[in-house]
């Protein structure tokens, strides 16, 4: 049986992708590429970049992960999800991925229900309160008060993301692809989007993220990586970090 770079190497060359290409088209730095192919696992940057890089590579070349991980023993813990914590938030096919991002939906929606449920009093209660605000000569005419304009709804989303610590991040905006790569510690990068973005985190404890000017909390636990996290106008309101909030 051929080795795990030798398999990957042949794939790739079967399809016709230079390695240039693959560097260029996954974002993926050219020598870890060659890293991969020589067998060179060691001279990966963690296992966390390991899982990614392999995950990548197989798909761009139309390998499935599941069946490499039987086939070639000493990766079968690198991609072995199941008993892998860590991976709970990264990969959308696994069972407890499914039930922690299920659960966490419904505990954002009763949030959110929650919140409107005691905003409504005051609400209601608003009318009330504009007459004392309005001068006293504008009472004593005919001509009714101006209708206090509610303050403009943010269109869209606008992320601003800043590592903290050397991370992989992967971005995309309504379901395009926008931005792949490795990031520094103190890098920025901001990103638009209409109505949702999604979000891979190699640590998700490494970037500090803010949306429509709000800072949100971490999304995962410190050592974690964060796969295909979604953002929405909808729920990132409940995800703001109130110990920073104005």
């Known amino acids: ?32 590429l060659s ?19 392999i995950r990548t590579y ?5 390998v499935n992960v599941d069946e490499l991980s039987r086939q070639f023993k000493e990766i079968q813990n690198t991609l072995e999800l199941k008993v892998r914590p860590e991976d709970e938030h990264r990969s959308p096919f696994l069972k ?3 039930f922690a991002l299920g659960f966490l939906t419904i505990v954002l929606v009763a949030a959110l229900l929650f919140t409107r449920e ?12 504009i007459p004392n605000l309005v001068p006293a000569q504008t009472v004593d005419t005919a001509v009714p008060s101006p209708p206090v304009a509610a303050p403009p709804e943010p269109q869209g989303l606008n ?10 991040v992967k971005i995309s905006a309504d379901d395009r692809p926008v ?17 949702k973005l999604k979000l891979t985190l190699g640590r998700a404890w490494g970037a500090q993220l803010r ?24 729920n990132y309101p409940a995800l703001i970090d109130s110990a920073v909030r104005p």
């Open 96 to 98: 407890r991925a499914i």
């Open 58 to 62: 197989a798909d761009m070349v139309g």
């Open 159 to 168: 992320l601003e993301l800043e590592t903290t610590e050397t991370n992989w």
């Open 118 to 129: 005691e905003q409504e009093p005051s609400a209601q209660s608003e009318p009330d309160v």
């Open 1 to 32: 049986m051929s080795s795990l770079g030798a398999f990957l190497r042949s794939k790739r060359e079967e399809r016709g992708i230079a390695l240039e290409e693959m560097a260029e088209r996954s974002r993926i730095p050219l020598r870890y």
């Open 35 to 53: 890293a991969l192919e020589e067998d060179r696992l060691d001279a990966l940057p963690g296992k966390v970049y390991e899982r990614l890089f």
């Open 211 to 234: 949306v429509n000017g709000q800072r949100l909390k971490k999304l995962g636990r410190e050592g974690s990586t964060l796969r295909n996290y979604e953002l929405t106008r909808e």
């Open 179 to 195: 931005f792949e790569a490795e990031l520094k510690p103190g890098e920025k990068k901001a990103f638009t989007a209409d109505k």
